[in-house]
C-alpha cells in the first residue's frame, strides 16, 4: 500500500543525527550500545504486546525510574481515551490487559479535554510534561494516574510524560515514567532535561515503530474484514465503517458509478441504452446523527443521484464528488463553510434540516483495477483522537484513505463481477425452467413451483428440533439449493416434445382417436345397410329392424364413450376395463370398399389404451424417465464452482426411493442428502396437486396427503421429512400459496401422520 508504512532508513537525517548526540552525550558507552539494540529490536518487532513492554522496560532502565505506563489512544472511542497497554515497578510488569479501569478519559463528562490527568493533558497539548514533585502540581488530579490506581498510596514524585506523535504530529499514544533515581546513589531525583531529551528522542523512533505496525495491522485485518463481507450491502457497510474506523470520522458516504456508466464518457456520446454517467447514492453513515441508510430503504435519506456532466457536455467541478470522480484525485476540504472551490449548498441544506455542522471533508475515488472510477467514498468531520474535536483530515488520513479506496475498489469490483455472474445465473437457469414449462403445455409452471415447496420444505426442515434439528443451511447452501431446484428437469429439453406433451394415450403426434371415432361411424353405417337389407313391407318388421339398430348405435354410442375415456389416462386403470377394450378390439370390425374386415381398434391402439397408469406406454415411458438422466449429465458436464458442486446430486435424486427401487441410481436413504430427499416430496406434491394434467384432475390436499401417506409407508419417500412436511403444515402454507382455494380441504394434518 502506497504511503502506508515507514521506512526507518528513510527518517531524517537530521532526527538521527540528533537523537546520537542527545544519546551520547547523557548515557555512558553501555547504555548507548543499549539504545542501538532498542531501535534494532524496534525494527524487527512483529508482535505489538513485544514491541510496548519492550520499549517501556528499556526507557525505565535507561532512566533509572521505579517504573512507568504506556498507553495507546484509542481510537474506535467516540471521546477519546487511553488505553494502558504496559505498567511497570520496580522491575515487575502488571497486568493491565483485564483492568478497564485503568484506562484514561481525553474528555470530562462535560466534553472538556481533560487536563487533570498527566497523561491525558500530555497527549492533548501533544507536549512533554516533566513535574519534579506531583504534590505540588495541584492542577492535576494525581490519584486518578494509572500506577495510583493499581497501587493506591503509591508515593509518587517525579513524573515525565512524553507523548507519542507519528509523522504529522499527531498523538497516538503516551509514554509516562515516574520516580527516577540516581544511577549510582539510587537516590530520587528530577528528570533532567537532558535526560527528557533522551527519552524524547527514542520516543520518536518508537512512535514510527509502532505507526508501522498499526497499519500494518490495519492493513492485513483490512483485507480479511472486506472480504469477509458476504454481500454486496455487508461490503458497502464494511468499507465506510473500515473508514471512519482510521480516521475517526463523524460520516461517510458511499456514492457509485450508476451500473453500465464509466467515468470515460465523453460529452455527446450516448447510446440508446445509456445515459449521462452519475453517482448514485448507496450507503450513508453517520454516528452523531444516528443515520444509517441504504439506498432502495424503507425511511432513506431522499438524495438525488449527482450527473458527472453539466448539460452543456462540461464536466461537473463545482461538486466534490463529481470533481473526485472526473480527476480521480484525493481532494481534502478543511473547512466547507470556508470554501469556494466547491459547492457545498446542498450539505448546508442538509445540516440545517438536521440541525449538524459539516466541516472538514476528505473525498476519495475508487478506483478499479483497469483505472476505471466505479464509485467515490466521502468522509466528514474528522475527530482528533485526544480532544475528539472536529479537525482537517491530516495527510496521513489522506495517505490512509487512498489506500483503503484502493483496496475497497477491487474488493467492490469483484464483488460486483460476481453479483453479476450471479444474476446472470439466476435470470439464466429461470430462463430454462421457463423454456421447459414452456416445451410442455401440460407441465405448466412446474419447474418453477417445485422450488417454491422446496424453499417451504427445507425451511420447515432447518426449523424443526427433531431428528434433523442439527440440519442448517448457510447463505451458499441456500442458493446451491436453489439452482438445483430449479434445474432439476432440465433433462426435459432433450424429451421428445411429442412424449413431453402427449395428453391422451393416443396422442401419437396427430390423435389416433379421431380415426377410431371414423371407424366406428362406419361400423354403423355397416349396420345400418345390413338392416335395410333386411326391410320387409311389414310395418311390425320395420318397427323391429330400426329398434335393433337404435340399440346398436346406442351400445357403439357406449363404447366409443369409455375408449374415449380410457383414452384421457387415469392414476390406475382397473384390469376389467382392459379387458373390455381388447373384446371390443375383438367384436368390432369395418370393411374396406372391396370388402376386407379390419378391426376398429388395431393392436397398437389396444396396447395404448391398455396403458395401466398416464398416458405414456413403457417406452414412452422410458424415454420421460431418462430426462434425469439427462439432467445428471447436463448438470455433470458444466464446471459448477466449489459452492455449487452439489447442484447435479441434488436435482439428479427427486426420482429416487428410500428403498432403493428409484431411478436413475437405485439410491437409498442413507446414500441421499437431506436437500435431495426433500425435493423428491416436493416433486411429487407438486405433481399431485399440480392443475394442469391432462390425464387427471388437480388432487386436494387430503388427497395427495393420502398418496405420500402410502408412499411413505411403502419406504419410497423418507418418513422424517414427511412428519416435518406434515406437522409444520407445509402442505398448507403451499396451497395458500399456489393452488384454488378448493383443493384446501383440511385444516388438520395429524389424521394424516
Known sequence: MKGFLINFASLPISLMIVTQHAISAVLPHEDVWRIVELARSLSNATQLDFLVDYFLQESVTLTHAEGGVIALVDSASSSGALVVKSLWLEGEQFATKQSSDLNIKLKTTEGKPNYAQIMACAVIQRSPINIADVHKAKWFDVSREPICQLKPGYPLESILAVPLLNHYGEAIGVLQLFNARNSVTRRRVVFSAELQSVVEAIAGLVSLALVNHLLLGQQRGLLVRLASADTLEGLFDRILWEAQEITGAEGATLYLLESGYKSGYKSGYQSAQDAAPRLTFAVLHNVMLDIKHRANQNNCLDLDPINLYLENGEGNYNNVATYVALSKKVINVADAYHTSEFDFSGTKVFDREHGYHSKSFLTAPLVDHDGEVIGVLQLINARDMATGEVVAFSPQHEEVVSALSDYAAVMLNNRVLVQEHKDFLDAFVKCMAKAIDAKSRHTGVHCQRVPVLTEILTKACCDDQGVLKDFILNQDDWYELQVAAWLHDCGKLATPEHVLNKSTKLDLMKDGFDAIEQRMELVKKEKMIELLSQRSE????????????????????????????????????????????????????????????????????????????????????????????????????????????????????????????????????????????????????????????????????????????????????????????????????????????????????????
Open 538 to 753: 311389414l310395418p311390425l318388421v320395420t318397427i323391429a329392424l330400426g329398434l335393433v339398430y337404435y340399440e346398436f348405435v346406442q351400445q357403439i354410442h357406449e363404447e366409443v364413450c369409455f375408449i374415449k375415456k380410457c383414452n384421457r389416462g387415469a392414476e390406475y386403470m382397473p384390469k376389467e376395463h382392459q379387458q373390455r377394450i381388447r373384446e371390443i378390439a375383438q367384436q368390432r370390425y369395418w370393411h374396406d370398399d372391396v370388402g376386407k374386415a379390419y378391426p376398429v381398434l388395431t393392436a397398437e391402439e389396444v396396447e395404448y389404451l391398455c396403458i395401466e397408469k398416464g398416458t405414456l406406454s413403457a417406452a414412452e415411458r422410458e424415454l420421460i424417465n431418462d430426462h434425469i438422466v439427462l439432467t445428471i449429465d447436463m448438470l455433470e458436464s458444466l464446471p459448477f464452482p466449489r459452492k455449487l458442486r452439489r447442484v447435479p446430486e441434488y436435482a439428479g435424486g427427486h426420482h429416487e426411493k428410500m428403498d432403493g427401487t428409484g431411478y436413475p441410481r437405485g439410491l437409498t436413504r442413507e446414500q441421499m442428502s437431506i436437500p435431495a430427499r426433500v425435493m423428491a416430496i416436493a416433486d411429487i406434491f407438486e405433481a399431485l396437486t399440480s392443475t394442469d394434467r391432462p390425464y387427471k384432475q388437480p388432487l386436494k390436499i387430503s388427497g395427495a396427503l393420502t398418496i405420500l401417506k402410502k408412499m411413505r409407508d411403502k419406504n419410497h419417500i423418507d418418513p422424517d421429512i414427511y412428519r416435518i412436511f406434515i406437522e409444520h403444515k407445509v402442505w398448507e402454507t403451499y396451497a395458500k400459496a399456489q393452488l384454488t382455494p378448493e383443493q384446501l380441504d383440511i385444516t388438520d394434518g395429524k389424521p394424516f401422520l
